[in-house]
């Protein structure tokens, strides 16, 4: 059995008490499409049933992973995200297809301290095989970002407390007015007193809503079932902000200095350029084989990946932004963990 709608005691309370042409043309189309992806981001919003550590995690954080996902995928398929240079027996008409091909198969690195190229049974492992499944690595992690927040208003809604709407009616501007606060003060005691009524203490079982058999749908109704689903969805999100650092270098495939922030961190203290960084390369090199009157020829050519270096610094700044973000949320959780304690232990 659930309890009346809280907007309906609200209403009954205050029935009680009163009441280039081709650049332009592509400039105008990218725009059209970031509006409209844009637009269609308006289920992501902030609301009143969290504090301001949650809403870093699902809304500016996912907000920012999405967005970042669109402009990257309009720059690998609105425009070069890659080109490669080709010595002169190329054929100008080679051109793009070299770096669809090099795009689609992959380039490696090498470094220039290096005079020669490396072996070919050794140049897989610097492969560079991430940058075509950045926008939908950043998509899927927005998607976990997001996944705690989801799973906390669908839980806390099962215990019949309508949360949120006590948060708006309680932050309500007309509250000014002592008929307006009056009303809505009597249907927020209506509704909480009715919440009250299914609230029993853990391990009793005369209850005249107990289950017996189902045991476990009795813990929306414990007296404590708010306090201890809001301190693990926090845990939630803490945990999914240090498994999305680890991801990230996993994604990234930095070996060389454990996690991918200190690796490119420690490039920066040491003056490595980005071109020669295999963290994330600029210059590759792409191995082409060609087939010339039944012949097979391999071409090696030196290519620019041109989006890395937007994609480097999106994410050196997501990896700091994670490790700033663990920190708040870790302090968080040990705030309300503290604030959920009865007052006699906390004054120990």
């Given at each position: 059995?659930?309890?009346?709608?809280?907007?309906?005691?609200?209403k009954?309370?205050?029935?009680?008490?009163?009441?280039?042409?081709?650049?332009?043309?592509?400039?105008?189309?990218?725009?059209?499409?970031?509006?409209?992806?844009?637009?269609?981001?308006?289920?992501?919003?902030?609301?009143?049933?969290?504090?301001?550590?949650?809403?870093?995690?699902?809304?500016?954080?996912?907000?920012f992973?999405?967005l970042?996902?669109?402009?990257?995928?309009?720059?690998?398929?609105g425009?070069?995200?890659?080109?490669?240079?080709l010595?002169?027996?190329?054929?100008?008409?080679?051109e793009?297809?070299?770096?669809?091909?090099?795009?689609?198969?992959?380039?490696?690195?090498?470094?220039?301290?290096?005079?020669?190229?490396?072996?070919?049974?050794?140049?897989?492992?610097?492969?560079?095989?991430?940058?075509?499944?950045?926008?939908f690595?950043?998509?899927?992690?927005?998607?976990?970002?997001?996944a705690?927040?989801?799973?906390?208003?669908?839980?806390?809604?099962k215990?019949?407390?309508?949360?949120?709407?006590?948060?708006?009616?309680?932050?309500?501007?007309?509250?000014?007015?002592?008929?307006?606060?009056?009303?809505n003060?009597?249907?927020?005691?209506?509704?909480?007193?009715?919440?009250?009524?299914?609230?029993?203490?853990?391990?009793?079982?005369?209850?005249?809503y107990?289950?017996?058999?189902?045991?476990?749908?009795?813990?929306?109704?414990?007296e404590?079932?708010?306090?201890f689903?809001?301190?693990?969805?926090?845990?939630?999100?803490?945990?999914?902000?240090?498994?999305?650092?680890?991801?990230?270098?996993?994604?990234?495939?930095?070996?060389?200095?454990?996690?991918?922030?200190?690796?490119?961190?420690?490039d920066?203290?040491?003056?490595?350029?980005?071109?020669?960084?295999?963290?994330?390369?600029?210059?590759?090199?792409?191995?082409?084989?060609?087939?010339?009157?039944?012949?097979?020829?391999?071409?090696?050519?030196?290519?620019?990946?041109?989006?890395?270096?937007?994609?480097?610094?999106?994410?050196?700044?997501?990896?700091?932004?994670?490790?700033?973000?663990?920190?708040?949320?870790?302090?968080?959780?040990?705030?309300?963990?503290?604030?959920?304690?009865?007052?006699?232990?906390?004054?120990?």
């Amino acid at each position: 059995m659930e309890p009346p709608p809280l907007r309906a005691e609200i209403k009954e309370a205050q029935g009680r008490g009163g009441g280039a042409a081709r650049i332009s043309t592509a400039s105008r189309t990218t725009r059209m499409v970031f509006a409209e992806i844009v637009g269609t981001l308006s289920f992501l919003h902030p609301q009143a049933d969290d504090d301001i550590s949650d809403r870093l995690h699902y809304y500016y954080t996912t907000t920012f992973l999405l967005l970042t996902a669109v402009l990257i995928s309009i720059k690998m398929f609105g425009g070069r995200p890659i080109e490669c240079w080709l010595p002169a027996e190329y054929k100008s008409s080679w051109e793009d297809y070299t770096e669809m091909y090099c795009w689609a198969r992959n380039t490696y690195f090498a470094s220039f301290e290096n005079e020669n190229l490396p072996e070919v049974q050794d140049r897989g492992a610097t492969m560079v095989s991430y940058y075509q499944w950045v926008p939908f690595f950043l998509v899927v992690v927005a998607f976990m970002f997001y996944a705690p927040c989801l799973l906390w208003r669908i839980l806390y809604d099962k215990s019949g407390i309508r949360l949120n709407d006590i948060m708006n009616f309680a932050n309500d501007k007309s509250n000014v007015q002592p008929v307006s606060r009056r009303a809505n003060v009597n249907g927020l005691a209506l509704h909480l007193s009715s919440v009250f009524k299914h609230r029993f203490r853990f391990g009793e079982t005369s209850h005249p809503y107990h289950h017996r058999i189902f045991k476990f749908l009795n813990l929306r109704f414990y007296e404590a079932y708010l306090t201890f689903l809001y301190l693990g969805i926090k845990l939630l999100f803490l945990i999914n902000v240090l498994t999305q650092m680890i991801l990230l270098s996993r994604f990234l495939q930095t070996n060389s200095q454990g996690f991918y922030g200190y690796g490119i961190l420690w490039d920066l203290v040491t003056g490595q350029g980005w071109s020669e960084s295999p963290n994330f390369p600029v210059v590759t090199y792409c191995d082409m084989e060609i087939r010339i009157l039944g012949n097979i020829q391999r071409h090696t050519v030196q290519c620019v990946l041109v989006i890395n270096i937007f994609t480097e610094k999106i994410f050196l700044l997501l990896w700091l932004w994670y490790t700033l973000l663990a920190i708040i949320s870790f302090g968080s959780i040990m705030s309300w963990i503290f604030s959920s304690l009865p007052f006699e232990q906390r004054r120990r």
